[in-house]
């Protein structure tokens, strides 16, 4: 038998999260095709010798989850690093309750501190019977993955949809090392205080079952660890979260751009093809650019107010400046999100029709996902709007300037978890803060080329300093014991 931490072992490493890396397409005759999904944790995980990892998710792609299990396609090592995939069999009520209820209904507003509108807190009947749910789903994870993990291996669980694994984990396998690692913001105490009080703290003991809790920022580390000293009362020492005799400790890893792969991949011919045509679409203007999921938290409906904004106060930028934005569809089970969707498409009419001439058309919007055509964006872009009301990252602000071929200025939330690593040259705004970030479009316009340049140059290097990979790696090493 292979010793616990020898090369080539399967279930060396594994990583759980709601949506695993590889989506599926539907051919004509009902077979599905697998390829590789996006993002940093794919590649990340395609650093590891192949077959010593495994990836347990609830959800592959985008498609119908029943037609993924029932079509029992095969997954090609190529789409997965090399790596095991194992999709749970977690009935559809039970996936939907804990992913779009929980989850995305409220833990995601919480932390993106949407909780007016449309998120209004009430924990009813209906709350508590998709939070035992979501408690289901969670121990789904927890079984396969204790089932899964070689003696001492190395667990690294993903998000909010997974808050409790750590801990579920931990009562079944004290031997495994365990990682937490949140996308998101974390609401400071005061809002996460919204929750029920016995969900709040299931949430904080669910990840203080890992061994390291991390964060892309120092702030949302720093709102956890607030969160479990005034909720939990537990003692926080520097790093070290002590709590009912155990010790957790935070970690900050900002995942950064991945420039080598960018670069090549925006580089290719279907990319140039989309930029001639989105050329020949915009002509001469220059361009304001901004690719997002189309999400409340991206704030993608004040940041056409600001453009709006920008074309009443500043009306010499009129047929100079193209607003074009790429809003790609995202969670379209919720009716929130569909009514958002609507909102994004009716304000950009509205602005067209008020503002359109012959040779210029205001804002050019893009609502289906095309990848190589997002880089033709960022390839083109002389501005890159960012304004989300909160974000854990934000990778799209780090993409652009490593991409962008003219230099291209950096509008950027102060709420973007990006704010903390490229807030000296990128100009900040208030999310909230139309005017404002109308003003910070109109500087963004107006910057010499030289500087525009510098600044394009140091937020690249800032935004590549911790590309996918090391940003994987460094979280294993820190779960080392030695
Ligand atoms: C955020 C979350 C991810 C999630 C992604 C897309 O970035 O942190 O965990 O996968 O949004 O959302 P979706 O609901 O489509 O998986």
């Known amino acids: 038998e292979h010793r616990a931490q020898s090369p080539g072992r399967p279930g060396q490493v594994l990583v759980a999260s709601n949506r695993g890396p590889v989506s599926f397409s539907l051919g004509a005759d009902g077979s599905l095709t697998a390829k590789r999904g996006g993002g940093g944790l794919v590649s990340g995980l395609s650093t590891l010798t192949p077959g010593t990892g495994t990836w347990v998710c609830a959800a592959l792609g985008e498609g119908d989850r029943a037609a993924v299990a029932r079509s029992g396609a095969r997954l090609d090592p190529a789409d997965t690093g090399g790596q095991a995939v194992r999709m749970l069999d977690i009935p559809d009520g039970t996936f939907d309750a804990a992913y779009n209820g929980i989850a995305n209904s409220v833990l995601w507003f919480v ?183 189309t999400e409340l938290s991206k704030n993608i409906v004040r940041g056409l107010f600001a453009f709006r904004r920008l074309l009443t106060d500043r009306p010499q930028w009129r047929g100079q400046v193209t607003h074009v934005a790429f809003a790609y569809p995202s969670r379209q089970d919720l009716a929130v999100y569909r009514d958002y969707t609507a909102e994004v498409s009716r304000v950009a009419e509205e602005i067209n029709a008020a503002f359109a001439t012959d040779g210029w058309t205001p804002v050019v919007l893009h609502v289906k996902d095309d990848f190589a055509r997002s880089l033709a964006a960022y390839r083109m872009a002389d501005v890159a709007l960012v304004n989300p009301i909160k974000d854990g990252m934000n990778l799209v602000a780090k993409e652009i300037p490593v991409v962008s071929e003219r230099g291209c200025a950096l509008v950027l939330s102060t709420e973007a978890g990006a704010a903390a690593e490229l807030g000296e040259d990128a100009l900040l705004v208030n999310p909230y803060d139309i005017a404002g970030t109308a003003e910070a479009l109109h500087l963004a316009l107006s910057m010499d080329a030289d500087e525009r340049d510098r600044r394009t140059k140091r937020l690249s290097a800032a935004a590549t300093a911790l590309p996918p990979q090391t940003w994987f790696l460094e979280q294993l090493a820190a779960l080392d014991p030695a």
């Open 111 to 293: 932390h993106h501190l949407l909780y007016q509108t449309p998120f209004e807190p009430v924990f009813d009947a209906a709350f508590e019977a998709q939070w035992a749910d979501y408690e289901t789903y969670n121990a789904a994870f927890a079984e396969a993955l204790a089932a899964e993990a070689a003696p001492g291996a190395a667990v690294l669980v993903q998000d909010y949809h997974l808050s409790l694994v750590p801990a579920l984990l931990r009562d079944r396998r004290p031997d495994l090392r365990i990682g937490h690692f949140t996308h998101t913001p974390w609401a400071p105490p005061d809002l996460f205080r919204v929750l029920p009080d016995a969900v709040a703290r299931r949430l904080l003991l669910g990840i203080l079952g890992a061994d390291r809790a991390a964060f892309h920022t120092p702030r949302w580390a720093r709102a956890f660890a607030d969160c479990c000293a005034d909720l939990l009362g537990a003692r926080i020492d520097g790093q070290d979260i002590h709590h009912e005799g155990r010790i957790t400790r935070l970690g900050v890893h900002g995942l950064g751009a991945d420039a080598e792969f960018l670069r090549e991949r925006a580089s290719r011919p279907d990319v140039d093809e989309r930029l001639a045509a989105l050329r020949a679409q915009v002509g001469d203007a220059r361009t304001i650019v901004r690719v997002d999921r």
